[in-house]
């Protein structure tokens, strides 16, 4: 059992290092398919806060308009006036809701993106055990083979006379 020893643990040491290489796999892509959700995330929280700033741009526009060149027209237009600022709060409302929403998510999402990098780190680490494992097998088997080999070769002992 002693001379099996060291093949059976360079054979065990082999499948450990494919299943971490495997898991190594799993944890990248893990790894990507996280780092896809926060750029999406970013890239809707920016989009969401685009759509935010040319609401207030708007808003600001028509303060403006209705202090400049509607000013004298603002008896017959108030309503529709009143109308419009309302309709842009609410849109500003709703639009500062999604953005603390989105913004919300693309925490969530970064947080999921820091924990499969950690995971996908520690697949590395593991596999390069793994790997190091491998390396001090095949030596114990070279080291057997060759002990093996010198007691094969070595002269037999002369009878004494």
Same mark, same amino acid.
């Given at each position: 059992?002693?001379?099996?020893?060291?093949?059976?643990?360079?054979?065990?040491?082999?499948?450990?290092?494919?299943?971490?290489?495997?898991?190594? @796999? =799993?944890?990248?892509?893990?790894?990507?398919?996280? !780092? #896809?959700?926060?750029? *999406?995330? /970013?890239? +809707? %929280? $920016? &989009?969401?806060?685009?759509?935010?700033?040319?609401?207030?741009?708007?808003?600001?526009?028509?303060?403006?308009?209705?202090?400049?060149?509607?000013?004298?027209?603002?008896?017959?237009?108030?309503?529709?006036?009143?109308?419009?600022?309302?309709?842009?709060?609410?849109?500003?409302? @709703? =639009?500062?809701?999604?953005?603390?929403?989105?913004? !919300? #998510?693309?925490?969530? *999402?970064? /947080?999921? +993106? %820091? $924990? &499969?990098?950690?995971?996908?780190?520690?697949?590395?680490?593991?596999?390069?055990?793994?790997?190091?494992?491998?390396?001090?097998?095949?030596?114990?088997?070279?080291?057997?083979?060759?002990?093996?080999?010198?007691?094969?070769?070595?002269?037999?002992?002369?009878?004494?006379?």
């Amino acid at each position: 059992m002693q001379a099996a020893d060291p093949a059976r643990q360079l054979h065990d040491a082999r499948q450990l290092q494919r299943l971490r290489a495997l898991r190594e @796999r =799993t944890a990248m892509n893990a790894l990507r398919a996280a !780092e #896809a959700e926060e750029r *999406a995330a /970013e890239q +809707t %929280a $920016q &989009a969401r806060e685009a759509a935010l700033l040319r609401l207030q741009a708007r808003r600001q526009q028509l303060a403006e308009r209705v202090v400049g060149e509607l000013a004298g027209r603002i008896a017959r237009l108030a309503d529709c006036v009143s109308a419009l600022q309302a309709d842009l709060d609410d849109q500003l409302e @709703r =639009t500062e809701y999604a953005l603390i929403d989105d913004e !919300e #998510a693309l925490a969530a *999402a970064r /947080e999921k +993106t %820091a $924990q &499969a990098r950690a995971q996908w780190l520690r697949a590395v680490s593991q596999h390069g055990a793994a790997g190091t494992l491998v390396t001090e097998a095949r030596a114990a088997v070279h080291r057997q083979r060759e002990t093996r080999q010198e007691r094969e070769d070595a002269p037999a002992p002369m009878p004494t006379p």
